[in-house]
């Protein structure tokens, strides 16, 4: 099966702030950013005219001639990796405890799946769900030491930002906390009344729930829910054992998920204490990753416009597409989504839609698929869904960052038949005769997946814009 290929060109950050990924297509995959040196303002290049002649020119003599694409590297860019390979020392406070040695190989795996520019794009997917994870498995493994599963609230400021500087240091974004919302608080025992691994170990029942999440099946967790419950039935305990009144007889619900919610981390990283890294890695995004398909994350703009052309009788098709291809442009600037995000989205959207007297199925008449709630590569603005499944990105010294992407996934939008519809994958009577398969991208044996590179020397044209 021949595969789609692109050339990722990314845009000049437009007044709105947006990034826009913008490609050209080819017959093999090789996605690259564009480069421009720091003398010269990118306000006044075409990026999108420089990359396809700097494609027609540089990139096709390159392309062996059993297909096989060579490594590509712009003729403005330096050497690709040299200034990311070379870690610079990161500036630690000297006050925190953690045992960042015993994590030193999933910290280079958060800073590449939260690599510089590309941090933002791959937020909500990859690098965030990543640099929970690794945080939680810092400290259940530090507890090993000191016995401990949270800090108190000095010593957590100082290793949240430790766990920056060193990730930094290895090439992450600067600006990590902020993107992915993690907080010094998240570091501490919160409102859970138990915070020590003793404590916790005398509350729960540590065979049945080891049992139930010592090796999740991540195909099936998200609806199956065993290793999930097990740990909400447990943090459930621990956050009795304050030695006040049941949470559960407690008058403030907002109080009692908070306090439960805390128990949870806790426990998570109790479970990090009793399992290897790797297991431990595997178990934490498994488990967070049904949250991550479980809701939308795009921001969904004022729909009026869409209504006013589509609404109750449509009376001219091509302004009514139109109006949907322009909304649907200003959802393809934000960040690459799975393909169940993509499917939620595309719902809910038609939900928002139908809310406002569209009752046309606009997907089927507009031919929206789901690939078009992404960021956008190819000649033609295809849509690049990232697998269901956990996936990381990663750094090779020729080619650069890269990540599993389904570029050929046609599957059209879900319209709902009503504003009440499920959406949810996990609901047997919704047919979706091509739903994506959440393994395939992981064992290698589909070729509508392929790896999406990009070269990092272009994160410096980046930087400048």
Known sequence: MERKVCVVAARIINASGANVVQGFGLQKILCTL??????ESPQSHDIGSM??????????PYIAPNGSPRPF??????SPLVPFLTNTAPKLSGKCGLNFSAVSGLMRTTAVDCFTSFAPLLANVICCP????TVTILLGQSSMQTGMLALDSTHAKYCLSDVQQILESQGANYELRRICSIHSSNLTEGLCPVSDVNGVESAIDSSKLLASCSKVDQVNECCSKVCQNAILDAAGKVAMRDGGLPIMESTNMAAKASKVDDCRRVVLRWLSSRLDVTSATQLLRGVSNCNVNGACPLLFPDTANVAKECGTKIKNHT???NAMDNYVAHLQKQSFITNLQAMDCGAKLALQLQSENVSTDIYRLCGINLKD?????GSQGTGCLLPSLPSDATLDPTTGISFTCDLNDN??????SSLRSPTTSCNRSISYPELPAATSAQIGGNEQYAKLHLLTAALLFLLYI
């Open 51 to 60: 990359i396809t002649k700097e494609v027609e020119n540089t990139l096709f």
């Open 411 to 416: 599957i059209a939008a879900p319209w709902p």
């Open 130 to 133: 990543q640099l929970h994870a």
């Open 34 to 39: 564009a480069y421009a040196t720091a003398n």
């Open 319 to 321: 302004t009514c597409c």
């Open 373 to 377: 709630f992404s960021l956008q590569v």
């Open 73 to 78: 590297i712009p003729l403005l860019a330096p």
